[in-house]
């Protein structure tokens, strides 16, 4: 049985979308329980009365709202829903845990509850893109640092490697800096001094700079890059996406002939779709922390929340903090 | 009769590419005349001994590299390609030109002789991406400078309202900061400074902070943000959409009965391709410059090559530098 802690009210919507995604959750594993930590009148209104052997509802006064600040989360939000899911974690109560709340806040409260891994200063979000050898590519900063130095992006790598070897049994992930070019001249002063640490360190596996039109292409298994750049790709990858899955629904629905075309179509596309659909990529983890972390997209819809909570519990079934840890120590 | 400045031996590839691209945009340009400037051997042999009435071969001994640092370019490649392409320019013989070589060093080369407009200090690569409403966004910076600040920021804000109202017409553009979230704390500090100004300027139409998934939405007509990340974002999209056009292709090929869908299924599809092909938006303009500058990618295609020289015509016949100057001032 594994038990996760999950923040009902984070993200855009709350309530709505988390406590239906984690009945969805329940429904698929049977060896899963759930703490819902939130606001409990809520909760239950959405439960309609019923209960659930396998979720308990742990009411909470305070939501950390997706426009605080870290400093403010940290100061006043100890009794959140958030705090309380993250102190579950840490006392043992719960395995690892899920919110779709403020990025900052969550890293903040994560670092003052859970505490960062030994040689780590700061936790860095990490999710898989598809590839086009049908593999996939780590990639990390994702949002939780900005403006990271030469020697955070080096402690990434470390972290980034370490997840591709536990995740995916890669015993040498190639690991590379996301950059504007690949000559050894391009780029900014940070990522140029991380490329001289990267290759400085005989046990990662350096395969030098690549570009964003690189993360699909079997170049690395692993890319680093500051957290601003690694969240703008990752959301621009996520707008493309749906923007193009919604231009060809569109073209399908044009005219008579194309509706009855895209009947056959359909079970084609939905192969494609399947792999490029952002859903099926939420939940990036908070790496480099004593516990695992979960973070869903703020406007995640029921079916996304749901598999950030699948997520969670594999990162939980590999435990991935105590196996980083000791891969860097 | 329009006359554009080609560098044939910018690209990874070089006249191989640029030369049968050149001849293409002649074929389809009746009234465009092409100074084509590289190493005249070279181009001849790829010309076949044919001579064309609307192409001028200028033999260059000199090429810049895609690894010469731009103050290599600057101190020693006066007689490159590149510079010789700009010099045409400066001196009228060209109405524009158009370069797929080095992008730091076509930055350099270009302030250098060409010199930036009033008030401007330095130029920005800006070039236009599709939207769900069949309209487009324009981004800017996409490479030219790295860590930017507000000021600079603040710079592309009112050279991307020129280009929008030139080449959309649109009078009042809504503009925006590409950030990690939208909320006033998020992102780096050059971000929220940039977004104060912003504010400031009521000639400005601002609509605050956009994420990348924003992009391919109508929440702006005008998205600005630091080059390092706009390269990222600009090189992961075409990265991205060429990933998805050879995963439906490949799901297509996969049985017979595939194959033979594939033929209904092909019409519908090049609309979508049409639209996302990365081929179709080749040819971003360095602007704030005293002249018509195109760069296309250093990876592209002939027929890549061949929309960066249509680019750089409509650029010219827009008259898009006197314009933005006449704007800004």
Redo the contacts between chains.
């Keep these: 049985m594994v038990t996760l802690a999950v923040d009902a009210m984070g993200g855009d919507i709350g309530p709505q979308i988390t406590v239906p995604a984690v009945l969805d959750a329940l429904r698929w594993q049977q060896d899963l329980r759930v703490l819902l930590f939130g606001d409990e009148p809520a909760i239950a209104a959405l439960l309609g009365g019923h209960s659930h052997d396998r979720l308990v509802v742990c009411h909470s006064e305070q939501a950390v709202k997706?426009?605080?600040?870290p400093s403010v989360a940290l100061r006043s939000k100890k009794k959140s829903s958030m705090a309380l899911m993250l102190q579950a974690v840490k006392e043992g109560r719960a395995d690892g845990c899920v919110s779709g709340g403020n990025?900052?806040a969550l890293m903040a409260l994560s670092r003052f509850i859970l505490k960062t891994s030994e040689s780590i200063d700061r936790p860095a979000i990490i999710s898989a893109l598809?590839r086009?050898d049908g593999g996939h590519t780590f990639i990390l900063d994702l949002?939780a640092n900005?403006?990271s130095d030469s020697e955070q992006l080096y402690q990434f790598a470390i972290m980034g490697q370490a997840v591709a070897q536990v995740m995916d049994g890669r015993h040498h992930p190639k690991v590379a800096l996301?950059n504007?070019?690949t000559?050894?001249?391009?780029?900014?002063?940070q990522v140029r001094a991380a490329s001289e640490l990267f290759r400085a360190d005989d046990s990662l596996n350096y395969v030098g700079f690549v570009?964003?039109?690189?993360?699909?292409?079997n170049k690395a298994d692993v890319v680093v890059?500051d957290?601003?750049?690694g969240?703008?790709?990752?959301?621009?990858?996520?707008?493309?996406?749906?923007?193009?899955m919604?231009?060809?629904k569109r073209?399908?629905a044009r005219s008579w002939w194309?509706r009855i075309?895209s009947v056959?179509?359909v079970p084609?596309?939905l192969?494609?779709e399947e792999?490029?659909n952002p859903s099926a990529y939420n939940g990036a983890v908070l790496v480099g922390l004593q516990g695992v972390v979960v973070k869903s997209h703020g406007d995640a819809d029921k079916q996304e929340f749901c598999q950030a909570i699948l997520a969670a519990r594999n990162y939980v079934d590999k435990n991935l903090p105590a196996k980083i840890e000791s891969l860097i120590s």
Excluded: H, Q, Y
């Design positions: 997706m426009d605080d600040a990025t900052g598809p086009e949002g900005v403006g996301l504007i070019g000559e050894e001249v391009k780029g900014n002063d570009e964003g039109s690189d993360l699909f292409r890059c957290g601003f750049v969240n703008v790709a990752l959301k621009t990858i996520e707008g493309l996406a749906r923007f193009i919604a231009e060809t073209e399908f194309s075309l056959l179509f084609f596309w192969r494609v792999r490029i």
